[in-house]
């Protein structure tokens, strides 16, 4: 069965700096997607950022960027120029099955 | 527009009793799934719908049953709730397959549920 890892289950970042989250995940599959997603305390779950694994290129999106290394599972999230509305949780999917744990970013002044 | 929807958002059960939580979007998405979240655990796929009349256990199926009579509607019941069952219940829906295609999921804003 597919297991998606996140170790971080809290992290801190000073506004308008950069900020890595990881996450791993084992499957045997060669194509699937990954998403991160965001839940801010109104507990509202929004998209951030996909990647197929098929794509070499590593997603962007404006201050969210990932590092996708397929052969280490590794799939990580960068957020640059840290905002305090990037203040939430952070949770790593695999498809629509498999959630990690979530990572609890904090955003400090 | 309202997207996903959930009724109730918030439920305090007391253990034996049933009841059901709706979901309801307007994106016309053929598929749906239901997950709880607790602490800790991120979030866990309970049922999930390829489509209207179809449903299909996730991870954590056991003591929940689902229903998918439209397609716009899933219902997840509870008939015996039990304190285990205590947690936070989202509803989604995509427009691409479960296990491929690169369409996210839309949430609803959650149910907290609380079984005494």
Redesign the interface.
């Known amino acids: 069965a597919q297991t998606?890892t996140?170790s971080q289950?809290e992290m801190s970042v000073q506004e308008a700096e950069t900020v890595t989250l990881s996450c791993t995940y084992d499957t045997s599959e060669s194509?699937?997607?990954l998403?991160w997603?965001k839940q801010p305390p109104?507990?509202?779950?929004?998209?951030v950022i996909?990647q197929?694994a098929y794509k070499q290129q590593n997603a962007t999106e404006n201050r969210f960027s990932v590092n996708f290394q397929k052969a280490a599972k590794s799939f990580s999230l960068k957020i640059s120029d840290s905002q305090l509305g990037d203040a939430a949780m952070y949770?790593c999917?695999y498809?629509?099955?498999?959630?990690?744990?979530?990572t609890k970013l904090n955003v400090k002044p | 527009n309202a997207g996903v929807t959930q009724t109730p958002k918030f439920r305090v059960l007391k253990t034996g009793q049933s009841m059901t939580l709706l979901c309801a979007q307007d994106m016309n998405h053929e598929y749906m799934y239901w997950y709880r979240q607790d602490p800790g655990m991120g979030l866990r796929l309970i049922h999930y719908s390829v489509g209207e009349g179809t449903t299909a256990k996730g991870e954590v199926p056991d003591g929940y049953n689902v229903s998918r009579l439209k397609k716009q509607n899933f219902l997840l019941g509870l008939e015996s709730a039990a304190p285990s069952q205590t947690s936070v219940y989202f509803c989604a829906s995509s427009y691409s397959k479960p296990w491929s295609g690169s369409g996210e999921l839309f949430f609803g804003e959650g149910s907290r549920l609380t079984v005494l």
């Open positions: 998606v996140q289950p194509d699937y997607y998403f997603y109104s507990r509202q779950m929004i998209l996909r197929e949770f999917a498809n629509k099955f498999y959630f990690g744990s979530g």
